[in-house]
């Protein structure tokens, strides 16, 4: 099967419910709280939530390139069943805790189980798919990202019928029965010899584990990839877990409608963003090398506005409207981080490439999660949010200025 010109894309949409799995399990904590922090009083602060939130985002930013490393070494196949499956039973625990230790504790382990995931599963997308497919494939895996965001947003809303508990139980337990889906259907990439055992080549010597890592951090178009994604991922990860309480206190709704509101604004926008931009830089980077670039830097650049309009609108057009516009902005970027490393990475050590990417933003999303926690209390959430307009700017111009891709995809 997995010989088939249809695999490729079958591989897109297996990995397309773990994306919307991955989402789905960290992001409903956000609208879950106002029902978790009667049972568990140390949620009552915006600044104690703000640091439950950190936690994963810390430890999710650490694991991240370590997780790159392991995924171009071994079968990615069983690396993503295994971070499904641990997840999933996090998740399922969490329906279980009493006290806010023990919640910090399992966001701590779920930090280390989802970041095994997105540096296999983009590597494998992009390996099954060419220069002439790549973004959009990537696109299309995103909107599960989107997708989870969006149903994560409808925990509030289980939880005001059943309970805070039976929101957790019940997506723990769809995770864990999908990972036995994944045993059956996912087949890592046949071309390659290295990954054909589950543990394939990890007890390796050193030399040739940080062999990738020391190819990258040498090489000076990566480092203006690395600052290019970790700008952007200030408020692109404030607007995942605190746009909610924008959208509450902007409005004055009540967080049960705000979470789905919010969520389904931007997972709406989202998903158009990326097939949007998948579909044009796709097209583009046939034309002109830079095509991708300049897809990305149009989808960042309507992220700008976007933000003031977010932190400074007080009615339901200017709020949704600019939720909107960021999203489809921010889409248009995601669609394309992964067809931009390509350009200047070897398929060897595009998971490091990705993980150690996805590990500057995570760190600067748990920076910005702290400080818009802190932000909130003091009743300055709205403002902060549209201040991040301008270092998306200066993020944007470096791109434009400094990045030069040499080929549509790095073969080297």
Known sequence: MNRSAKYPWIVVALLWVVALLNYMDRQMLSTLKPSMQVDIPELQTAANFGYLMAIFLWIYGFMSPVSGMIADKVNRKWLIVGSLFVWSAVT??????????????????????????????????????????????VGIH?????????????????????????????????????????IIWLREKPADEERSSPIAELPQTKSSLFKGLGLLLTNLSFWIILFYFAVPSLPGWGVKNWLPTLFAENLGIDMSK?????????????????????????????????????????????????????????????????????????????????????????????????????????????????????????????????????????????????????SADYTE
Request: hydrophobic share 50%; glycine share 12%; proline share 2%.
């Open 92 to 137: 399922l625990a969490m329906g279980y805790a009493r006290s806010f230790e023990q919640l910090y504790w399992l966001r701590a382990v779920m930090g280390i189980s989802e970041a095994l995931y997105i540096p296999a599963g983009l590597s494998l997308i992009a390996d099954y798919h060419s220069s002439t497919t790549r973004s959009l494939a």
């Open 142 to 182: 995103m909107t599960g990202l989107y997708m989870g965001q969006a149903l994560g947003g409808f925990g509030a809303t289980i939880a005001e019928r059943f309970s805070w508990q039976q929101a957790f139980h019940s997506f723990g337990i769809i995770g864990i029965v999908y990972s036995m889906v994944l």
């Open 258 to 406: 705000a979470g789905p509101l919010s969520t389904i604004t931007i997972a709406s926008s989202s998903f158009i963003g990326v097939i949007v931009g998948g579909l044009l830089s796709d097209r583009w980077v046939q034309k002109n090398i830079k095509g991708r670039m300049y897809t990305s830097a149009i989808g960042l650049g309507l992220t700008i506005p976007a933000l003031v309009l977010i932190g400074h609108g007080h009615t339901l057009l200017h709020i949704v409207g600019a939720a909107f516009c960021f999203g489809f902005g921010f889409g248009m970027f995601d669609a394309n981080n992964m067809p931009i490393l390509c350009q200047f990475v070897s398929r060897k050590y595009r998971a490091t490439a990705y993980g150690l990417m996805n590990m500057v933003g995570v760190f600067a999303g748990a920076f910005i999660t702290d400080l818009l926690g802190k932000s909130t209390d003091k009743g300055n959430l709205g403002k902060d949010f549209a201040l991040l307009a301008g270092i998306v700017v200066i993020a944007l111009l470096i791109q434009l200025f400094f990045l030069k891709p040499t």
